[in-house]
């Protein structure tokens, strides 16, 4: 097997366990949502679902999707692509975006799921700050581990990601990613402004 063909059933694979959690939810309720369940459904074992996902809230809210390439990160780290902090979170948000894709509509259902159902804030929030220690690393390695910026522009990363994953979740929303962290940025500048 090739890798691309590799790749694209691993892809495939972590598609159709997500759309598993998402579709018992919607047709039985979050409390029938269970790693079994979704096996089943997705015609794979246990052990191939902790292949992809370390809980069922993962499968069920597809958080990793906003994961940039590791290019993207490394561009961010060496000061660019255009050297102006703020422009490059969004860079690096859009990288993260671009990789949603295929996946809106998973994303789109998993952010109503964690609006209609409390209970999965919590790995919500789990996931925010994992995004935000990620971008903490990634920030000191740009600014230097000693920058009292870091702990401020790890905070920004997720929020970017994320205010621009719900924009485009509304309906009517402008289907153009890189308009969307645009309209973001520039909020952020403004409120960030002196």
């Known amino acids: 097997m090739t890798d691309g063909l590799r790749e694209r059933k691993k892809r495939e ?9 998402q579709a018992i939810a919607g047709e039985r309720g979050l409390p029938e949502v269970t790693v079994e369940a979704i096996c089943a459904r997705a015609d794979v074992s246990p052990r191939t679902f902790f292949n992809y996902f370390g809980s069922k809230d993962e499968a069920l809210l597809a958080l990793d999707s906003f994961q940039p390439p ?5 561009t961010f780290v060496a000061g660019g692509p255009t050297g102006r902090l703020l422009d ?25 799921l964690i609006h209609t159902h409390p209970a999965l804030q919590a790995g919500h929030v789990r996931w925010m700050e994992r995004r935000r220690a990620e971008g903490l690393a990634l920030t000191r390695r740009r600014l230097g ?15 970017v990601a994320l205010v621009t994953a719900e924009r485009m979740g509304r309906p009517g ?22």
């Open 13 to 21: 694979r972590r598609a159709a366990l997500i759309d598993a959690a």
């Open 70 to 74: 590791p290019e993207a990160i490394e």
């Open 88 to 112: 490059d979170i969004g860079a690096l948000a859009l990288a993260g975006l671009e990789r949603v894709g295929e996946d809106r509509d998973r994303v789109r259902r998993a952010l109503h």
């Open 145 to 159: 581990a000693e920058d009292p910026r870091a702990d401020v522009v790890a905070a920004l990363m997720p929020a």
């Open 173 to 194: 929303a402008d289907p153009d990613t890189a308009a969307q962290i645009r309209a973001t940025v520039a909020q952020l500048r403004d409120v960030l402004a002196p």
